[in-house]
């Protein structure tokens, strides 16, 4: 999950296995989440976004899960490939109110071949 | 190939040098942002530009200065910089600052670090 420490959390997932990876947000308010991917030496790559009218959508190998009652957002990855490791973070946002990006932390993904 | 291109992509300066950072993007989009990502931190906004016009500066020092001469281009003026200010600076673009225009799509950064 999303780290409130100097650490960042790490996942260890089998190639082939799904991951799943979670992010607690912190305003109730917020209406809008992004999933990024940052690879090593690259910028943060857009997979998948959800509007707050939404608890589930599904993209190509992915999943993302919203649960706004306990302010709980999770990203499924299904059959990991070697090519997912990378550091994932959710971003929220308040869209009706106009308020930039809220970056977490971010989880590592490392895909064990 | 990201659609947003920033150059350099590496930068090493001494604390009294003046150098730029530039930000292109190709994907017609009308807002720009800067961010700082340090180690171990979430992505910190910067700067924010809609149209060309600056809306939102995040408590910045005065030792970055911004520039945007079109919806295309974002500049990041440094000069007297600090050790602590050593990071990687990350450029991003969306449809327009206006809700319901995200998301973001990011450059691949300037790692930056400070003599």
Same mark, same amino acid.
């Given at each position: 999950?999303?780290?409130?420490?100097?650490?960042?959390?790490?996942?260890?997932?089998?190639?082939?296995?799904?991951?799943?990876?979670?992010?607690?947000?912190?305003?109730?308010?917020?209406?809008?989440?992004?999933?990024?991917?940052?690879?090593?030496?690259?910028?943060?790559?857009?997979?998948?976004?959800?509007?707050?009218?939404?608890?589930?959508?599904?993209?190509?190998?992915?999943?993302?899960?919203?649960?706004?009652?306990?302010?709980?957002?999770?990203?499924?990855?299904?059959?990991?490939?070697?090519?997912?490791?990378?550091?994932?973070?959710?971003?929220?946002?308040?869209?009706?109110?106009?308020?930039?990006?809220?970056?977490?932390?971010?989880?590592?993904?490392?895909?064990?071949? | 190939?990201?659609?947003?291109?920033?150059?350099?992509?590496?930068?090493?300066?001494?604390?009294?040098?003046?150098?730029?950072?530039?930000?292109?993007?190709?994907?017609?989009?009308?807002?720009?942002?800067?961010?700082?990502?340090?180690?171990?931190?979430?992505?910190?906004?910067?700067?924010?530009?809609?149209?060309?016009?600056?809306?939102?500066?995040? *408590?910045?020092? &005065? =030792?970055?200065?911004?520039?945007? !001469?079109?919806?295309?281009?974002?500049?990041?003026? /440094?000069?007297? #910089?600090?050790?602590?200010?050593?990071?990687?600076?990350?450029?991003? *673009?969306?449809? &327009? =600052?206006?809700?319901?225009?995200? !998301?973001?799509?990011?450059?691949?950064?300037?790692? /930056?670090?400070? #003599?």
């Amino acid at each position: 999950g999303e780290s409130v420490g100097l650490h960042l959390p790490t996942l260890s997932v089998q190639e082939g296995d799904n991951s799943i990876i979670n992010c607690a947000y912190s305003n109730s308010a917020s209406d809008y989440f992004i999933w990024y991917k940052q690879e090593s030496g690259k910028g943060p790559q857009f997979i998948i976004d959800i509007r707050s009218n939404m608890d589930k959508r599904q993209g190509q190998r992915v999943t993302v899960l919203l649960n706004k009652t306990v302010k709980h957002l999770s990203l499924q990855i299904a059959a990991t490939q070697p090519g997912d490791s990378a550091v994932y973070f959710c971003a929220e946002s308040y869209l009706s109110g106009n308020t930039p990006l809220v970056f977490g932390k971010g989880t590592r993904l490392s895909v064990i071949a | 190939e990201t659609g947003v291109t920033q150059t350099p992509r590496h930068l090493v300066m001494g604390m009294t040098n003046k150098k730029s950072l530039k930000c292109e993007q190709h994907l017609g989009h009308n807002a720009m942002y800067w961010y700082k990502q340090s180690a171990k931190k979430p992505l910190e906004l910067m700067f924010v530009y809609n149209f060309k016009e600056q809306t939102e500066n995040n *408590s910045v020092p &005065s =030792r970055f200065s911004p520039e945007c !001469p079109n919806s295309s281009h974002l500049f990041l003026h /440094l000069h007297t #910089l600090q050790p602590e200010d050593s990071a990687l600076y990350l450029c991003a *673009s969306s449809h &327009s =600052r206006d809700r319901g225009d995200q !998301p973001q799509h990011f450059g691949d950064g300037t790692r /930056l670090s400070i #003599l």
